[in-house]
């Protein structure tokens, strides 16, 4: 196949037996450091080809933003030709990864001890919903994760219901921990010359990243509960409003409360035994929050956004995602990368050495087939 530029993963091959969207974004992310993705998909394609709206010339937002960088090619496992292609595929590649039901490729021996039989390099990546024990049937849907974890328990008022999150977190989640477990599984093939299986599941991938409300639980024996916009362990935290809306305002220590209270024109505040420290905030923030906002009304939030800022008080107002793309903008952030004609988000890590790549545009469906056939068959 075509050289492309090198990366920190220069070198490595990967097969992405995955779909809709944990997997596809893990893959997302080591084939802009570098790695060569394969992307092999069924007769009818990644499930996200057909998720839309929003579309762009035809083609579903949600499959062009995780597939970039990659080459794809059509293969159905129950015919035995394209099943060899497949064999031939992971006997090469370095990593392997896929989402299939568990036990769901061991019919046609993709299962990790099949490949590995004839791979001992490779490192084999597995992402399930539920594991693959007594939750093995349960289809891993983030939604359903987002339910099933805690999480939605959470999201919302207090006195009204239950809410998902506006984006599939968990499967971000497990996208973000296959990709690192991956690494460490190749950093150890680096000094072992031998592969392993790397598993990952979204339930467990949701424990981890409910950190302390989780640990609240199992540390603490606590039972966390919805509380708004409001954190539990920290005050202020949270939207307050000001004249023409609202602006996230945070005091994460005592320095910056006071620093928030000079701002405001409060200085005696940080003083108060009531608000002195922050659980002593926390406690009353019935009391201190009414302070707060008295002054926060008698100007816009753009005011007290640059004067906040300028102060060293976190604080933010509550964008729109258009809003949130400007600003990272207007921040240097160079958000927005265009690759073949299709814009898409820049990869979130910076080298200094290194830097990701953006070669090749998200693929049509078998757009590399032919080329990634005769690679395979050449020798």
């Not at 190749?186 to 592969?195: D, E, I, K, M, S």
């Not at 107002?317 to 809003?323: Q, R, S």
Request: glycine share 12%; charged share 20%.
């Amino acid at each position: 196949m075509a050289e492309q530029q090198a990366g920190p993963l220069g070198g490595i091959l990967v097969a992405d037996f995955s779909r809709i969207l944990a997997g596809p974004y893990a893959t997302m992310l080591l084939a802009d450091l570098g790695a060569e993705v394969v992307k092999v998909e069924g007769p009818g394609g990644d499930d996200t080809r057909a998720w839309m709206p929003p579309v762009r010339e035809g083609t579903s937002t949600y499959y062009l933003g995780v597939n970039r960088n990659k080459r794809s090619v059509v293969l159905d496992l129950a015919d035995s030709d394209d099943l060899d292609v497949a064999r031939r595929l992971v006997r090469r590649a370095d990593v392997m990864i896929q989402n299939f039901r568990p036990g769901g490729l061991k019919r046609f021996g993709l299962d990790y001890d099949g490949v590995a039989a004839d791979n001992e390099r490779i490192v084999y990546a597995s992402i399930s919903g539920f594991g693959t024990g007594a939750g093995a049937d349960l289809p891993g849907y983030d939604l359903v994760v987002q339910a099933a974890s805690g999480l939605m328990s959470l999201t919302g008022e207090p006195d009204g219901p239950p809410y998902k999150a506006g984006v599939a977190v968990f499967d971000v989640m497990a996208g973000l921990h296959a990709a690192l477990g991956i690494l460490a599984a190749l950093h150890h093939r680096a000094h072992t010359g031998v592969g392993q299986h790397v598993e990952v599941n979204l339930l467990s991938s949701a424990l981890s990243g409910l950190v302390n409300h989780a640990s609240g639980h199992v540390a603490g024996g606590a039972a966390p509960f919805r509380m708004g916009n409001a954190h539990p362990s920290l005050f202020p935290y949270e939207p307050l409003p000001a004249a023409d809306g609202d602006l996230v305002v945070i005091a994460g220590n005592d320095g910056q409360f006071r620093k928030l209270c000079e701002v405001l024109g409060l200085p005696g505040l940080p003083d108060d035994p009531r608000f002195r420290r922050n659980p002593d905030r926390t406690a009353n923030r019935e009391v201190l929050r009414p302070m707060l906002v008295e002054r926060l009304v008698r100007r816009t939030r753009d005011e007290w956004f640059r004067d906040l800022r300028a102060a060293g008080v976190p604080c933010a107002p509550i964008n729109t995602v258009d809003d949130g793309v400007a600003l990272a903008r207007d921040l240097g952030l160079d958000p927005v990368v265009t690759v073949g004609g299709v814009p898409g988000v820049r990869n979130p890590i910076g080298f200094s050495a290194t830097p990701p790549r953006y070669d090749l545009p998200p693929p049509r469906l078998d757009e590399h087939g032919d080329e990634i056939r005769a690679w395979l068959t050449a020798d």
